[in-house]
């Protein structure tokens, strides 16, 4: 059974701090790498990456060197370094590699050492591959039971909230995260895939959003002008369907209410807004994190008067979202406390509390 990254970021230091390696098993594109550079980040360890794919059985046990009668093993310069200080050791494409190097990677995973070095004592092990319950779509070999005993698997789906929330935290486009948020299906191609054709991965709208953000593409308020060579750009990354998709969803799209409008006062695009774009709205506003991050007293009024006037289905899910969000309790306390336009949000949040109860 496959589980979000949400999930497997909630016990995986269990494990990887038991110094037991932990492999990553899914589709391509889907962030495992990033999951790894993210976990190493949040422990405050630097990654020494290696390709398995690209090694041979050399890169791995090192070289031969004479020491007086007798020949000893060099390490190659990646193995020692995880040796000497306290790294996280990233292994990609385990099951891309030739069957000499993966039987040596035996020692590794199972005494932390290779032809007499051993790594440090607080080196961590992890692993990629795109082998599992998808291994029929890649050019990948089967692991043996013994092999991958000595690994601690997990088949990891992302949500697409996964991918939502890490976009939204400044790493994607918004125009390109609004788009998902609408359009989910074109996030990625999750059937089979079609010789030489392309298409759309999590990566791949990653790569395609630095691009538009390098140049500007995306921005500004001239930005429909350029919709054209963006969607050319954006064939090349995630394909024709999704490119279209894209393209023809910002072309048509009106006003872009964004959270800093909100902060603002800025209420005039929200004239007629539905249930769904208010939804939309909620969810860019609590995953921004600007809602809480050194906001002043009148960007405090400002997203109260916007829950004030949110419907009743958009202002519950906006309450339940920020008492769930780490971070959110200043908001939720000024939410108690003010009173704006002589209205008290401690009292509309009472009804609406009440009205919820009452629909149950």
Excluded at 62 to 80: E, I
Excluded at 189 to 199: A, I
Aim: aromatic share 10%; with cysteine; hydrophobic share 40%.
């Amino acid at each position: 059974m496959a589980i979000d990254f949400k999930t497997f970021n909630s016990f995986v230091s269990l494990i990887a701090e038991s110094k037991h390696p932990v492999m990553i098993r899914g589709r391509h594109g889907i962030g495992k790498s990033e999951l790894v550079y993210q976990y190493a980040a949040s422990k405050g360890l630097p990654v020494v990456e290696r390709r398995i794919s690209q090694m041979t059985e050399g890169d791995l046990v090192g070289l031969p060197v004479v020491d007086g009668n007798r020949t000893a093993w060099n390490p190659p310069d990646w193995f020692k370094d995880a040796c000497e200080r306290p790294v996280v050791l990233f292994l990609d494409e385990v099951d891309r590699g030739t069957q000499e190097v993966r039987q040596g990677c035996f020692q590794l995973t199972d005494s932390r050492a290779i032809n007499g070095h051993r790594l440090h004592p607080d080196t961590l092990i992890f692993a990629a591959v795109n082998g599992g319950v998808h291994a029929a779509q890649y050019q990948v070999s089967d692991m043996d039971p013994a092999e991958l005993d000595r690994w601690t698997v997990f088949d990891v789906e992302p949500t697409v909230e996964d991918w939502i929330a890490y976009g939204a935290a400044g790493n994607v486009h918004p125009l390109i995260v609004d788009f998902i948020r609408d359009n989910p299906a074109h996030l990625e191609h999750t059937k089979d895939f079609e010789p030489s054709k392309v298409y759309p991965s999590r990566r791949s709208w990653k790569r395609l959003s630095d691009t538009a953000k390098r140049v500007g593409m995306l921005d500004g308020e001239d930005y429909k002008a350029r919709l054209n060579t963006f969607f050319n750009v954006a064939s090349g990354y995630i394909g024709m369907e999704a490119a279209i998709a894209a393209r023809d969803y910002m072309k048509n799209i009106e006003k872009i209410v964004t959270v800093d409008d909100i902060l603002a006062g800025r209420f005039d695009g929200l004239k007629g807004f539905k249930l769904a774009e208010y939804t939309t709205l909620v969810d860019k506003i609590v995953d921004s994190g600007k809602a809480v991050d050194g906001m002043d007293n009148a960007a405090y009024e400002n997203l109260l008067r916007f829950f004030l006037r949110l419907p009743s289905e958009a202002a519950m899910k906006f309450y339940t979202d920020c008492n769930k969000k780490p971070g959110m309790m200043p908001l939720i306390v000024k939410m108690h406390s003010m009173t704006i336009d002589g209205k008290s949000v401690k009292q509309y949040v009472v009804d609406l509390l009440g009205g919820a109860k009452k629909k149950k």
